[in-house]
């Protein structure tokens, strides 16, 4: 069954174990939020934000940051209202969808743009269409950050993959890769391998590189040039 982030109750428990299973995450978040530190004064977006966990983050490390959070579920936003209340002026969150930025009046000139755990649903068009519309909204010399789900790039690099998630302490993937495509499936999950984020981020514009990649997560780093 697909997760349903429509679900108040499914949002709560997300909101509650955001850690969970995921080894990488606290330090791709310790990252990011080492390099809010150099980001000037401005707008960041946050691409998904979910219930306002990573935005909160960011305004407490960074003082001079204000967060245009966006997500396509009222659920999560719902909870991200309550958690950012207290940060007045500094915050707003819009109700979008990934899929259609467009129609999203989100501020131009950003200082950065993150997006954490919420591109791995979208369709290579998509995340196309997702990049480009980032680039444009960011000043020269502004970070695009994503830390997300990869893809499993082949069944002929399967196993590894299997192994190292079995050693990192996750939950392994289903054994075969059918098993996998299955998984995928039913989660609403289409991760795009590093090597395509890579290549969408330079078509778009970006100076981009893979800044550390444990298996099947990765943190990517993009920037508009100066």
Known sequence: MAQNWQDPAFAGQWDARHLAGNPARAEHLAILLSMMEEVPQGWVLDLGCGSGLVAQMVLDRSAGARIFGVDSSAAMLGLAHERLASYGDRTRLAEGDLTALDRVDAPSGCAAVIAVQSLHHLAEPQYQSAVRWTFEHLAPAGWFVIIDRLAIPSETLYSAFYVLRERQGQSPNPPDW?????????????????????????????????????????????????
Do not use: K
């Open 178 to 226: 059918s098993g996998y495509l299955d998984w995928l499936a039913a989660n609403g999950d289409r991760p795009q391998p590093v090597q395509t984020i890579l290549r969408l981020l330079e078509a778009a514009g970006f100076q981009a590189a893979a800044l550390d990649v444990r298996g099947d997560r990765g943190m990517v780093v993009g920037r508009r040039p100066a």
